[in-house]
């Protein structure tokens, strides 16, 4: 079965540090994957998508993800922390199953320090 | 270009009451469309989807009930809330028949029953 597990429920950096969020994918076929971002009461915004076009995949506001099949890793990294960053991400997998259903990681907050 | 419409934004609703939440799309034609719910500290459930008018598959079963009566509209009901119904609840809608589609979310309802 098909699922994303995302490492570490909270993440901390400061502002202007390197951004990590961590997600795995299992997958039989390959994958198409996906990064939300969730700001406090508000819907998910997509970030990024990967669709086997590219491995590295650049987002909105600065950030991106690398597909490595060999790890099943698909990361999301920005250069450089901006406070406006702090907000929930998802790392997410479309199902091919009629509906297509999407299967989502359990959520990584991530909080900015000035 | 696409939009799409949750409301009401929050609602307060006493146990043992109906609910009615209502959900449209504009812009775009045969869209899949999703409930989801995310209670505090858990992350995103799929509750709903839809392929079609009339068309529902329930992922869990629970004290609510969806129904598509139009192509582009969504609606989540329940006849008698439970405590355990609060959350934050979420609309979305993706491409009909394509696997890479994202999900494009509505501003969600948070609903809590006292």
């Known amino acids: 079965a098909q699922s994303v597990t995302q490492l570490g429920s909270h993440v901390s950096v400061s502002e202007g540090a390197l951004v990590l969020l961590r997600c795995n994918y299992s997958?039989?076929?390959?994958?198409?994957l996906f990064w939300y971002v969730q700001y406090p009461n508000q819907g998910l915004q997509l970030l990024l998508k990967?669709?086997?076009?590219?491995?590295l995949v650049k987002g909105i506001n600065g950030f991106e993800a690398e597909f490595k099949k060999s790890e099943t890793s698909f990361h999301l990294t920005k250069p450089s922390a901006h406070m406006s960053d702090a907000a929930e991400y998802f790392c997410a997998v479309n199902l091919n199953t009629g509906g297509f259903k999407t299967i989502f990681g359990a959520g990584t907050r991530l909080f900015v320090k000035a | 270009s696409q939009t799409i419409h949750q409301w009401p934004a929050t609602l307060v609703q006493p146990v043992g009451s109906p609910l009615s939440l209502e959900c449209t799309v504009e812009g775009t034609s045969n869209p899949n469309l999703y409930w989801y719910r995310q209670a505090a500290g858990r992350g995103l459930q799929l509750l709903f989807y839809s392929v079609g008018i009339g068309q529902i598959s329930s992922e869990v079963p629970q004290n609510l009930s969806a129904s598509r009566p139009q192509d582009r509209q969504f609606i989540l009901s329940s006849k008698k809330l439970l405590l355990s119904d609060s959350g934050f609840y979420l609309c979305?809608?993706?491409?009909?028949?394509?696997?890479?589609?994202?999900?494009?979310f509505g501003n969600g309802t948070r609903l809590t029953v006292t």
């Open positions: 979305a809608w993706s491409v009909e028949g394509l696997n890479n589609s994202p999900l494009h």
């Open positions: 997958s039989s076929v390959p994958p198409y």
């Open positions: 990967y669709t086997s076009a590219a491995t």
